[in-house]
C-alpha cells in the first residue's frame, strides 16, 4: 500500500469517491424524510417507497449488470453508471411532486447499481490478494464515511437550506467522480470475457422482485396477495432459468457448489436486511417522538456509521490475519444484541443510552462487513469477479429492500394509511418496537450462517 502504482492509485480514489456517494444520500434523505412528507403531503407507505424505489431499483439491475460488465468491460458500464447516477441525482433536487422524486429516485439506482456491482472487481483486479482485505475494507470505510456524515450534513442541509440541498450538495461530488473516471482510470483494468445476457431469465427476475416489494406494501388490498404470489412464481421461473441457460445472470452453482460464497452472502443478506431500516426508523423516532430538529436528530444517528467508519479498515486489514468468519460472526452477534435493546426504547430513553446503542450496532457492523466482503470476493476464481460482486451487492441491497419492506408492512398495518404526523406516539413507538424486535431475530439467524460458512483459510 506505500508504494501504489498511478493506476492502483486511481482507482482506489475513484472506488472510494463514488461509493460515498450513494450512502451519504440514502442516510441523508431519511432524515429529511418529515421534511418530504409535510412538503408533498405523503401518507407512511408511500413516504417509506421515496428509500424503497431506489433500493428495488438498484437490486433489479445489478445482476444483470454484473453480466454486462464482465462480458463489456467494467470501466465502460462504471462510467455510464456514475454519469446517469449524477444526472438523476442533480433532477431530484428539482422534483415536483412526490411521484416524480420516486420515479427519479428509480433512475437514481439504475446508475448506482452500475457502479456498485464494477466497484469491487475494479479494485480486486489492480491489487495482489495479501492487500484485497485492506483495499476492501478502505472502500467499506468509503461508503459508511456517506451513511455517517448523511445524517449529520443532511440534517443541517434541511433545516436550513430545504430537503432539495441535499441532492444539490452531491452534484459537483458526482462531476468530479466523472472527470476522474473518464480521464484517469485506465482502460486495462479489467479483461472482457466471452458471453451474453439471459434476457429472459433477467425479465423473471425483474417482474418477481417487483411484484414481492410492491405487494408487501399492499396486502391489505385486493390485489396484494395475489401480486405476491404472483412475484414469488416468477422467482422460481428465473431460479429454473438460471439452471438452464447457458449464460445465466445468476450463477446458481457458486451457491451449490461453493458453501464458502454462498453463506457468506446468505450473511450479507440477512445482516442487512435485519439493521438497514434503523436509520429510518431512527430518524422518525426522534423527531416525532422525541420532538428533535432534523439538525439534532442527525447528529445524534452519527454515531452508528462513524463507528463503522473507523472500524472496517482495521477489520478488513484484520480479515487478512485473521480468519474471516469469526470476526463476521462476532460482528454479527454484536448487531443482534444491538436491535434487541433498541426493542425497549421509548420517549423517556435518555439520549445517551440511545447513542451508546448505536455505538454498539457501529461496532457490530464494522466488524462484520469488511471480512464478509473479503470472503465473498477471495472465494471465486478472477474471471467470476463481476458476478461474484454483482450477487453480493444485489445481496446487500435486497437485504436493504427487506428491511424496509418489513417497516413498510408494519406501518400499513398499524396507521392504515394514516400521515405519520396524525398517528398517536404511542402507537408510533410499538410499531418502532416490533420493528427492531423482528430485525432482532433476524439478525440471530444470520449468526448461524455466518459461523457455518467455513474457513477462507485452510
Known amino acids: 500500500m506505500d508504494r501504489m502504482t498511478n493506476t492502483q492509485r486511481s482507482a482506489l480514489t475513484i472506488a472510494v469517491l463514488t461509493s460515498f456517494l450513494a450512502p451519504f ?61 449524477t444526472i438523476a441525482t442533480t433532477l431530484c433536487g428539482f422534483a415536483p411532486s412526490g411521484m416524480m422524486l420516486i420515479l427519479l429516485r428509480v433512475v437514481q ?16 483486479s489492480v491489487f495482489p490478494p495479501a492487500e484485497r482485505g485492506k483495499v476492501l475494507g478502505l472502500n467499506v470505510a468509503s461508503v459508511y464515511l456517506g451513511l455517517s456524515m448523511g445524517p449529520f450534513v443532511g440534517g443541517f442541509l434541511t433545516q436550513y437550506f ?39 431469465g433477467a425479465l423473471y427476475y425483474s417482474v418477481g422482485l417487483i411484484g414481492i416489494v410492491y405487494s408487501s406494501s399492499n396486502l391489505n388490498k385486493s390485489f396484494g396477495w395475489p401480486l ?27 451457491f451449490t457448489r461453493n458453501r464458502l460464497f454462498a453463506f457468506s452472502n446468505i450473511a450479507a443478506l440477512i445482516n442487512y436486511s435485519a439493521t438497514f431500516s434503523l436509520v429510518f426508523l431512527m430518524s422518525l423516532f426522534l423527531q416525532k417522538i422525541k420532538g428533535f430538529t432534523p439538525q439534532q436528530a442527525g447528529t445524534i444517528l452519527i454515531a452508528q456509521p462513524l463507528m463503522m467508519t473507523i472500524l472496517s479498515p482495521f ?25 434487541f435493546l433498541l426493542a425497549f426504547i421509548g420517549q423517556q430513553t435518555p439520549v445517551y443510552m440511545i447513542v451508546a446503542v448505536l455505538i454498539l450496532m457501529g461496532i457490530g457492523f464494522g466488524i462484520f462487513s469488511s471480512p464478509n466482503m473479503n470472503t465473498i470476493m477471495s472465494s471465486v476464481d478472477k474471471k467470476q469477479l463481476g458476478i461474484a460482486s454483482g450477487t453480493s451487492s444485489t445481496m446487500r441491497v435486497v437485504g436493504q429492500m427487506v428491511s424496509m419492506m418489513i417497516a413498510t408492512l408494519i406501518f400499513s398495518l398499524y396507521f392504515n394509511g394514516r400521515h405519520i404526523n396524525d398517528v398517536d406516539n404511542t402507537l408510533f413507538n410499538s410499531s418502532i418496537r416490533l420493528s427492531f424486535t423482528i430485525s432482532g431475530l433476524i439478525c440471530l439467524a444470520g449468526v448461524y450462517f455466518s459461523n457455518s460458512r467455513g474457513n477462507l483459510r485452510n
Open 25 to 85: 444520500l440514502i442516510s441523508g434523505v431519511n432524515i429529511a424524510l418529515p421534511a418530504i412528507e409535510k412538503e408533498f403531503d405523503l401518507d407512511a407507505v408511500t413516504l417509506s417507497w421515496t428509500v424503497t424505489s431506489y433500493l428495488l431499483s438498484s437490486a433489479v439491475f445489478l445482476l444483470p449488470i454484473g453480466k454486462l460488465a464482465d462480458i463489456r468491460g467494467q470501466k465502460t458500464v462504471f462510467q455510464g453508471g456514475i454519469v446517469i447516477f
Open 109 to 124: 439506482g439504475l446508475g448506482a447499481a452500475m457502479t456498485l456491482t464494477t466497484g469491487a472487481p475494479i479494485l480486486v
Open 162 to 200: 430545504g430537503w432539495r440541498s441535499i441532492f444539490l450538495f452531491c452534484v459537483p461530488l458526482g462531476i468530479i467522480a466523472i472527470m476522474l473516471v473518464f480521464f484517469k482510470l485506465k482502460t486495462n483494468l479489467i479483461t472482457r470475457i466471452p458471453g451474453k445476457i439471459d434476457h429472459i
Open 228 to 254: 405476491l404470489m404472483t412475484g414469488i412464481l416468477y422467482m422460481i421461473l428465473f431460479v429454473l432459468r438460471c439452471k438452464r441457460s447457458a449464460y445465466p445472470i445468476f450463477e446458481i452453482t457458486l
Open 315 to 339: 477489520a478488513g486489514k484484520l480479515s487478512d490475519k485473521i480468519e474471516p468468519r469469526k470476526l463476521a460472526t462476532a460482528g454479527m452477534l454484536i448487531s443482534a444484541i444491538g436491535l
